[in-house]
């Protein structure tokens, strides 16, 4: 099972600012097979990245995903104030499918 | 539009049984990928199960064997049979459309596992 590792737990920024969330494969991912989600409380999650790069539909383009291997970011240019909640990747290119522990992105 | 609404959830005794059931509306879950994920109280996703276009069924080693996914073409809805289950199954059960990642969530449906 691939493991996932999701850093850091928390990032403390303001609005405007640029956040940068790693997320690091215990084995390197087939075909970049790895996906961002957005979460915020009481809600279900939702896709922002697939293909370690591709944006889903109607997500903004301050949101970018790079990486490849064993290494993946999720980068949010400028933060807008809606943009502050629970970040996690997801590995789908082994089986079974996994996810990271999270990180958390709140309001400095 | 599409749209993915849980049901089943609830209080039920270690041992017990329960059946979750997924209603889809703007699409046809018989041609669609579907999965389920759960997420305990204050804690991450996990996956649990998935079911593919052709019938071919996955499941996570802390389910398999006490839970099956299934679908009815017919009401258009997606199933999760979960037995014996335990404290630790305890979260709410989320499904969503398939494409190895999820996307399309419905809401959410929670169930306790508790005595």
């Known amino acids: 099972e691939i493991v996932l590792t999701q850093s850091p737990g928390t990032l403390s920024l303001s609005p405007g600012e640029r956040a940068t969330l790693s997320c690091r494969a215990s084995?390197?991912?087939?075909?970049?097979?790895l996906a961002w989600y957005q979460q915020k409380p009481g809600q279900a999650p939702r896709l922002l990245i697939y293909g370690a790069s591709s944006r889903a539909t109607g997500i903004p383009d301050r949101f970018s995903g790079s990486g490849s291997g064993t290494d993946f970011t999720l980068t949010i240019s400028r933060l807008e104030p809606e943009d502050f909640a629970v970040y996690y990747c997801q590995q789908y290119g082994n089986s079974p499918r996994t996810f990271g522990g999270g990180t958390k992105v709140e309001i400095k | 539009e599409v749209q993915l609404v849980e049901s089943g959830g609830g209080l039920v005794q270690p041992g017990g049984s329960l059946r979750l059931s997924c209603a889809a509306s703007g699409f046809t879950v018989n041609n669609t990928y579907m999965s389920w994920v759960r997420q305990a109280p204050g804690k991450g996703l996990e996956w649990v199960s998935v079911i593919y276009s052709g019938g071919s069924t996955y499941y996570a080693d802390s389910v398999k064997g006490r839970f099956t996914i299934s679908r009815d073409n017919s009401k258009n809805t997606l199933y999760l049979q979960m037995n014996s289950l335990r404290a630790e199954d305890t979260a709410v059960y989320y499904c969503?459309?398939?494409?190895?990642?999820?996307?399309?969530w419905g809401q959410g449906t929670l169930v306790t596992v508790s005595s």
């Open positions: 084995q390197s991912v087939s075909s970049s097979y």
């Open positions: 969503a459309r398939d494409s190895g990642y999820s996307y399309g």
